[in-house]
């Protein structure tokens, strides 16, 4: 049996872990797993009784020990099998020489195979769920598509998408999928700071809803203020810069077309506001970093003062 080297690499564990699974299948395979070097060297060139050795080598971060796994690729004896998982690769050229020969991508799913993957997913736990609700999931859920990352949050897997489907499905066994099972199992997420920005200021009520379900769902004020005050600021910037084309502002501020969208709609206030909201929200900061108080009591007053300016 000749040698068999796979690199698996990307930004969504999911995917890998189950790559590396599919290539450490075969049953005439003895599998072990480290996350050092020394011992995938000692293993791979022990004589073993129980199958062909294959090494799962977990590396946290290539370019730290780029020569090393290099020279273990290239040294990896015959009739064996080394699989390197790693959500850190590196760029150089003969890494990325070897890449091209023996990788594995494993980068986030793009919009359509992250529909999809939701949907297999319902369907193996027998839980049909709608269009709507599905769509309404996708959004809720904040995965950060490989295409797509404008108000996403990058931190979330596929791992925890999953357990949010079998919380689901298991609410969901009499009564079907609801917006209201999906809101309580799927928290608001942080990646939704737009749509909190605009809704605070063009649809309080909503605004405020949103705002303290973010808050209560672990994230803390300061992050929170962060997050609307680098938004406002942003907004400014782009209203400062009307004379300039739509997609010249898109360009030079970073902005997606549905940002830009909530930005337009802040023109119909008065000039003023957003300096107002600033400086409300620099105040909320500078008092919750020094305050002893009850934080979400602060937190919903400053909301509060936001929508009723």
Aim: glycine content about 4%.
């Amino acid at each position: 049996m000749e040698k068999m080297v796979k690199i698996v690499y990307g930004t969504e564990p999911y995917r890998i872990d189950h790559e590396v699974r599919k290539l450490a299948e075969n049953t005439a395979y003895y599998v072990q797993v480290f996350d050092d070097m020394d011992g995938v060297k000692e293993f791979l060139q022990s004589i073993s009784f129980f199958g062909v050795p294959c090494a799962i080598y977990k590396v946290e971060d290539v370019k730290k020990e780029r020569k090393e796994l290099l020279y273990l690729m290239e040294e990896c004896p015959e009739s064996s099998c080394l699989i390197i998982r790693t959500e850190k690769p590196d760029n150089s050229k003969d890494w990325n020489a070897w890449k091209s020969k023996h990788g594995i991508c494993c980068d986030k799913l793009n919009g359509k195979s992250y529909q999809c993957w939701i949907q297999k997913a319902f369907q193996s736990l027998d839980c049909p769920i709608p269009e709507p609700m599905l769509q309404y999931f996708i959004d809720r859920s904040a995965y950060a598509y490989q295409e797509r990352r404008d108000g996403k949050d990058e931190t979330t897997d596929l791992y925890q998408i999953a357990i949010f489907i079998k919380q689901i499905a298991f609410a969901s066994m009499d009564t079907g999928v609801s917006k209201e099972t999906i809101d309580q199992v799927v928290p608001a997420a942080v990646g939704k700071s737009w749509e909190l920005a605009s809704k605070l200021l063009l649809d309080p009520m909503e605004g405020m809803k949103l705002a303290v379900e973010l808050f209560d769902h672990g994230n803390n004020s300061l992050k929170l203020y962060g997050l609307l005050l680098r938004n406002y600021r942003v907004a400014k910037k782009a209203l400062l810069l009307s004379d300039m084309k739509e997609n010249e502002i898109l360009k030079l501020l970073g902005l997606t077309e549905k940002q830009m969208r909530g930005i337009r709609a802040y023109r119909k206030l008065p000039e003023e506001r957003l300096d107002t909201v600033m400086s409300i929200l620099i105040e909320a900061m500078n008092r919750t970093k020094i305050s002893f108080g009850n934080e979400r009591n602060l937190f919903i007053q400053t909301m509060a003062k936001l929508i009723i300016l």
